[in-house]
């Protein structure tokens, strides 16, 4: 079912088109949540709550637009809120390698030879421990841009913030990111 023809069925009061969406976005969308959260718990449960504002607000919805944008965007200003909430420092330590695994699945080649498979599991490890480090507004954008594909202009008009704003934190985040990867004592 498409999406314009779930979000009918919404705005009729047809829970179909709910189901019809979860189906299609609900692994990506917490996926997206844990990226800035860092806790699948709290992650569910912003992606539960994020659908039901899908049903709640599904009137004000504008058919003229994709779906996808605007329920990403209720997901990670919900996870970006919830991180504020909890204001807990993340530690690097104890992370499961299966929910590390499990995050970045889709990054890896299945013809690979296992020492590219070794490294290629190295670096999804040492770029989510950098991204664990960035403050939550941080994560938020990096999630957006690389995670949910999000170009600026589109951050820009989803979450209200200047495109300058939204440059500026994608700007400080990558030079965060690569200060944290850069081998120490030298450069790349």
């Not at 049903?55 to 637009?65: L, S, T």
């Amino acid at each position: 079912m498409e999406d314009r023809i779930a979000i009918s069925r919404l705005k009729q009061g047809n829970l179909t088109g709910l189901e019809a969406l979860v189906n299609r976005y609900q692994v990506r969308a917490v996926h997206a949540a844990y990226l800035i959260l860092y806790d699948r718990a709290l992650a569910e449960d912003v992606v539960r709550t994020a659908f039901v504002k899908v049903v709640e607000r599904a009137h004000q919805f504008d058919d003229g637009r994709p779906f996808a944008p605007w329920f990403f965007r209720i997901v990670a200003n919900d996870a970006l809120k919830a991180a504020r909430k909890q204001k807990q420092t993340i530690s690097l330590e104890g992370q499961s390698e299966e929910a590390t695994a499990q995050l970045a699945q889709w990054l890896v080649d299945p013809n690979a030879h296992p020492e590219q498979l070794l490294e290629e599991k190295e670096t999804r490890q040492m770029i989510l421990n950098a991204v664990q480090t960035l403050p939550p507004a941080q994560r938020r954008v990096v999630v957006m841009r690389y995670f949910l594909e999000m170009g600026a202009a589109d951050m820009s008009t989803n979450m209200d913030r200047p495109l300058s704003t939204i440059k500026w934190r994608l700007a400080d985040a990558r030079k965060r990111l690569y200060d944290l990867m850069r081998p120490q004592g030298g450069s790349r």
